[in-house]
């Protein structure tokens, strides 16, 4: 974030703040994306070998187990 | 913005997740074992053991986790780093979109917030179980648990930062609602396990999650200003 904005016009500025808007709401959604694909993983998945290696994990972190 | 939250998420995943498993490997895996032991005496070796779900029971699968020791606490390990890293991208993405200063006494509030949307209301309906114990079909509770932990993840949110009193009264709103639907329900009485060995993994599994939480808070809150300085 510039400090200088005395300098820009409204539109300018306007700008400014959509784009820094989006440059933070496009990581922030990936990072959900990749929290979500690795907990649904490690706490979700029906696989019977997932299962087994994450069984005392997901008892202890009360995922739902079987 | 990509480098920080990815810097921070994995660097609070990886040392709360060591801290998660130690807690596990001392305090509730030794109740998994002690439970395991009448799961097994009650006749339910490897694939014969109840099952609400009927087609789960029917499809070809075993409930053996690795044989205590070294590979079974090497998975825990895993398991573990895995969801506390999961966790910690979770937290680190909404301090991101909040978009305020943070520093680790702000970021253990964030980490006790993520320990209500992910411990405390998804428990409040399905308590933390032992293996062996009498559980509704597996599917429902596993459907149940998420809708409530993004309820009251977004409930809070709304409650915590909206300015507009509407916002607040429906994020409120969000964080009942699955507890007034209700969390599918199961016969209680049936279990083999003894009610002194559940409820001591009840107690222990809550404790140690909430330590997890705070220790993930403040270590993302840290992580977060330190990488936004440099």
Redesign the interface.
């Known amino acids: 974030m510039p400090t200088d904005t005395k300098y820009l016009d409204e539109k300018t500025l306007n700008d400014h703040v959509l784009v820094t808007t989006a440059?933070?709401?496009g990581?922030?959604?990936?990072?959900?994306l990749?929290?979500?694909?690795?907990?649904l993983?490690?706490?979700?998945a029906g696989s019977?070998t997932l299962?087994?290696?994450?069984?005392?994990?997901?008892?202890?972190?009360?995922?739902?187990?079987? | 913005?990509?480098g920080r939250?990815?810097l921070t998420?994995v660097l609070a995943g990886l040392v709360s997740g060591v801290f998660l498993w130690s807690a596990?490997m001392v305090k509730?895996?030794p109740l998994?074992l002690a439970a395991e032991v009448y799961e097994k005496g009650a006749g339910a070796t490897g694939t014969d053991?109840p099952?609400a779900d009927k087609t789960e029971a029917a499809r070809p699968?075993?409930?053996?986790?690795?044989a205590a020791g070294f590979e079974?606490a090497a998975?825990?390990l895993?398991?573990?780093l895995?969801?506390a890293?999961?966790?910690?991208?979770?937290l680190?993405?909404?301090v991101?979109?909040k978009?305020t200063p943070i520093d680790w006494r702000l970021g253990i509030l964030w980490g006790l917030s993520g320990y209500a949307a992910f411990?405390l209301a998804?428990?409040l309906g399905?308590?933390?179980?032992?293996?062996g114990m009498q559980?509704a079909e597996?599917g429902a509770?596993?459907t149940w648990?998420?809708a409530t932990a993004v309820a009251t993840a977004i409930g809070l949110g709304l409650a915590a930062f909206s300015p507009r009193r509407v916002a607040q009264a429906l994020g409120v709103g969000l964080v009942v609602l699955p507890h007034v639907i209700g969390a599918p329900a199961h016969e209680v009485g049936q279990s083999n396990v003894p009610a002194e060995l559940a409820a001591q993994f009840v107690i222990t599994?809550s404790v140690?999650?909430g330590l997890f939480w705070i220790v993930l808070g403040g270590l993302t809150g840290y992580f977060y200003n330190r990488f936004g300085n440099s």
Do not use: K
């Open positions: 440059s933070r709401v990581p922030a959604l990936l990072a959900l990749f929290g979500s694909f690795l907990l993983g490690a706490g979700f019977a299962h087994n290696a994450a069984h005392d994990g997901r008892h202890a972190l009360s995922f739902p187990c079987h | 913005m990509v939250i990815v998420a596990h509730t895996t998994i053991h099952h699968h075993t409930h053996a986790p690795p079974r998975y825990t895993l398991a573990d895995v969801s890293v999961g966790f910690a991208f979770l680190t993405a909404a991101s979109l978009a411990f998804p428990s399905l308590p933390p179980e032992l293996p559980a597996l509770r596993q648990w998420l599994t140690v999650s």
